[in-house]
């Protein structure tokens, strides 16, 4: 990453008569990889190496250096358990953004199975400015290494509005008198040191914790603390907002089930929201839905019984944090995100698909009638050029013989032909 925080754009809104500058980006991400190595086994060695010292404390041999980066290898992997992820036994964290994990799975491509995963944090967003810039500076350390990204999935993405010099108690007061509409607030509750393990209350939760899609409002200052850690997150928002006494954050946390709703029938977007670069082209779209239509507050309690919800209008310091919000995202056209190219085809991907088709013919999506001798030839061609799948293919022969009622032979895999 860049040293130094760099510059973006921050507009001031007027709220009730105070200048509030307000800072839109995004706060985390969490991306799966499939990637398609050169070299992969002298890379992977390099790895194992660096992992096997970090495992037994030799911490400057746990250092790998992809690309023009220094990553610094975990003895832990990522991945697997509840987060449904392959296990990643490979998790490494950059020297110079610490926030920034590449977790790797010793395997080749496949459009199946993710080999690689990035976690990105919050003060690398904030210093960078947006998740497309991060993106795009991570590029050349998988060129370095040998990997091209053929498809990247966004798993999860939080977009923030911070607002300067404006405090957190009017949201919580127009929560509790019901001075919003949408659905997200059905389930509002206030928490209580739920953002940070503190017993003070920093703001509250909209929509439920394990729903796809939650809004959190609160204190971002109180949320930091004093806690040295966490210290460079303040002089950031001091860079970017001045030496403001409070700082209010709207966050949208938004996880992978949502975009798959939204991307079977939700008619505010244009296609749909798989990729990075998907998510950078439509982020300003997907932000003034979320405060529109999603959840708005206004200026007195909705009609509920009677439906007539249209009836109460926008709160108007809700609309200008909005409007100023979106207009910076649709303003922000430095960084254009190229799409990536699909993986060149050559002789592998002829031989695979060959494979997949005599696959399905042992597995019984044939005639009644079927060739035995073709049968046990696929079995070999099969087996010789997929090594570790030779018990597979003799159990799908040995299948589709008792179905014939035919005698089990053993194949001879020494030659395909």
Aim: hydrophobic residues 35%.
């Amino acid at each position: 990453m860049d040293e130094g925080v760099k510059q973006i754009i921050v507009p001031t809104v007027n709220l009730e008569g105070v200048d509030c500058p307000v800072r839109v980006g995004e706060d985390t991400a969490k991306l799966s990889l499939y990637l398609m190595w050169t070299d992969r086994d002298d890379r992977f060695e390099v790895m194992r190496m660096a992992r096997k010292a970090a495992e037994t404390g030799q911490e400057e041999d746990a250092i790998v250096t992809l690309g023009d980066r220094e990553w610094k290898m975990s003895p832990k992997g990522a991945g697997g358990g509840k987060t449904g992820a392959p296990y990643m036994p490979y998790s490494m964290s950059m020297m110079m953004a610490p926030d920034i994990v590449l977790s790797l799975r010793d395997a080749d491509y496949s459009q199946h199975c993710i080999n690689g995963m990035v976690d990105i944090g919050s003060l690398s967003l904030m210093c960078q400015g947006s998740l497309g810039s991060v993106w795009q500076e991570l590029q050349p350390t998988f060129t370095k290494i040998g990997a091209q990204v053929v498809r990247n999935v966004l798993s999860r993405v939080d977009i923030t509005v911070d607002v300067a010099n404006y405090p957190l108690e009017p949201f919580l007061d127009k929560l509790n008198k019901g001075h919003y509409i949408g659905g997200g607030t059905e389930d509002a509750e206030y928490a209580e040191g739920k953002f940070r393990s503190r017993k003070v209350p920093t703001g509250f939760f909209c929509s439920k914790k394990s729903c796809e899609l939650m809004l959190r409002v609160y204190d971002k200052l109180m949320q930091i603390g004093t806690s040295e850690k966490e210290q460079p997150k303040r002089e950031v928002l001091y860079e970017r907002l001045g030496f403001a006494p409070t700082i209010t954050r709207l966050e949208f946390e938004i996880h992978r089930g949502q975009f798959y709703y939204w991307n079977n029938g939700a008619g505010f977007l244009d296609g749909q929201i798989n990729t990075v670069e998907d998510w950078h082209s439509v982020r300003a779209t997907v932000l003034d839905f979320l405060m529109t239509d999603w959840i708005r507050y206004t200026t007195k309690e909705p009609d509920r019984e009677n439906n007539h919800q249209s009836r109460a209008e926008e709160w108007d310091v809700w609309t200008a944090i909005r409007e100023g919000a979106v207009q910076v995202l649709r303003n922000d056209n430095e960084i254009i995100l190229p799409r990536p190219e699909p993986p060149k085809k050559d002789g592998r991907h002829l031989l695979a698909q060959a494979l997949g088709c005599m696959t399905s013919y042992l597995a019984g999506y044939c005639p009644s009638g079927v060739d035995v001798e073709t049968a046990k030839r696929c079995a070999k061609i099969f087996s010789f050029y997929a090594k570790g799948q030779k018990e597979h293919c003799e159990i799908k022969y040995r299948q589709i013989m008792k179905k014939l009622g035919r005698e089990f032979t053993t194949i001879d895999y020494d030659i395909p032909f």
